[in-house]
């Protein structure tokens, strides 16, 4: 019997301390509360800057460089269109001719069907199959020859306003 009265003065005890932890004011605030949620005022008014106008400008895709390609040396010079060297304008970009020859990796070499390829790796990690006669680097380089443990290519690029043809080599485990 005594361990029952004694739960529940423990019981009363805890009840009577719960009770003084409430607050007077409480009645008070959710008044105000009510108050403001009925009548909330007036919304600020936000002094915003003038925006300026923007400036237009047109683009005509044929007749300028890509805006969002870098500028290269060549495309400030008058570029010679005449010639047996000049790269044809309209030959399709290959993928690897987007990659300077120093970011692409020659990773392996193989011969399928009695014909030599390359395995080149670009910067973004991609392994691309190539063979003689393909494309890669910026200045128009084609590939010319596959060997066990390099490929040659020569390029097509433009010094002293004329165009001039340069052979490159990649070796296995090397860049250009």
């Not at 600020?44 to 969002?68: H, T």
């Not at 014909?115 to 063979?131: E, I, M, Q």
Request: hydrophobic share 35%; net charge negative; with cysteine.
């Amino acid at each position: 019997m005594t361990r029952l009265s004694a739960r529940y003065a423990f019981l009363a005890l805890g009840m009577g301390l719960l009770s003084g932890c409430v607050d007077p004011e409480l009645r008070q605030l959710e008044q105000q509360l009510v108050e403001v949620r009925a009548n909330p005022g007036e919304v600020p008014q936000l002094d915003l800057p003038d925006i300026p106008p923007i400036e237009r400008v047109s683009y005509a895709g044929n007749e300028d460089r890509s805006p969002f390609m870098p500028r290269r040396m060549q495309d400030q010079r008058e570029v010679p269109e005449a010639g047996d060297l000049a790269p044809p304008p309209d030959r399709p970009r290959e993928p690897l001719e987007a990659y300077d020859l120093a970011e692409l990796d020659l990773v392996g070499t193989l011969t399928v069907g009695g014909k030599p390829s390359a395995l080149v790796r670009g910067p973004d990690g991609k392994v691309h199959r190539v063979t003689i006669g393909d494309y890669m680097g910026l200045d128009h380089g084609r590939i010319v020859s596959i060997t066990e443990a390099s490929l040659v290519l020569v390029e097509t690029v433009l010094e002293s306003n004329a165009w001039q043809e340069r052979s490159r080599q990649i070796a296995l485990g090397e860049g250009a």
